[in-house]
């Protein structure tokens, strides 16, 4: 436990992706569904070894980038077939819209902790647009005094910039205020670097990770609230 854990936490900081919203399923089934509208449009490919494609090479470009299919089609046929990355771009954004779901209880989380008084942003290492249409489309802009994302602050977590941007715009010190977000090395690491408290979303885990390093280690994203009333001694 924090040597702080005393004093009062007047800000949450939320990572955004497999934190607020559970990202790799969403990934996971649009790019399943990519494959199969690929293979409806004609395309020859085995199913189970195309994903496993796919997933590796978000994973060596990045998990934004909007040339993955192209790739694979070099991969697979040796030129991007336009016919083929419709099928898939339109199979793949039609089951992640269906499939961007906010985390169960994240909104009544964010309306206890600001009945509570609390300020909230989020810090994401995801580009600005991509983060801010994953917050509009969940409806939940109105709840964030502050949203810092690599676009905004050049760093990426852990680097302690993107933290103290958006402590600035809460106007809050790191001592009184707490990170939660489900990659240890980055959110962890980064926060208590300037002194942050910190939650490790246990739920959003995608690493197996055995030791989080964090002050509080969470199964529900609800148990914010507790550990808040608890430490602010609120009854």
């Known amino acids: 436990m924090s040597l702080s854990n005393n004093i009062p ?14 990202f790799m399923k969403m990934k996971q089934v649009a790019v399943k569904s990519a494959i199969r509208g ?39 046929i040796g030129y991007v ?16 819209e269906a499939n961007l779901l906010a985390y169960p209880n994240v909104n009544r989380t964010l309306i206890d902790l600001t009945k509570l008084g609390v300020k909230l942003a989020v810090v994401s290492d995801a580009p600005s647009r991509e983060a801010w249409m994953r917050i509009y489309y969940l409806n939940l802009h109105h709840f964030f005094d502050a949203v810092i994302t690599f676009d905004d602050s050049g760093e990426r977590k852990p680097s302690s910039v993107p933290f103290e941007m958006a ?69």
């Open 38 to 76: 690929m293979i409806e449009a004609g395309m020859v490919i085995n199913e189970s070894k195309s994903f496993d494609d796919i997933i590796a090479l978000y994973e060596k470009i990045g998990w934004e980038n909007q040339k993955v299919f192209d790739v694979f089609l070099e991969k697979k």
């Open 167 to 235: 402590l600035k715009k809460l106007n809050l010190e790191p001592k009184s205020s707490l990170m939660i977000g489900d990659w240890p090395e980055r959110d962890v690491v980064g926060a208590k670097k300037i002194g942050m408290r910190t939650a490790f979303a246990v739920y959003g885990d995608t690493f197996g990770t055995k030791n989080s390093g964090a002050d509080w280690d969470i199964n529900d994203i609800s148990q914010l609230t507790s550990i808040i009333r608890e430490v602010n001694k609120v009854v």
């Open 9 to 22: 936490i007047k800000g949450v900081i939320f990572d955004l992706d497999n934190t607020l919203l559970d």
């Open 81 to 96: 077939d336009n016919k083929y990355l419709a099928a898939g771009v339109v199979a793949y954004r039609r089951a992640r």
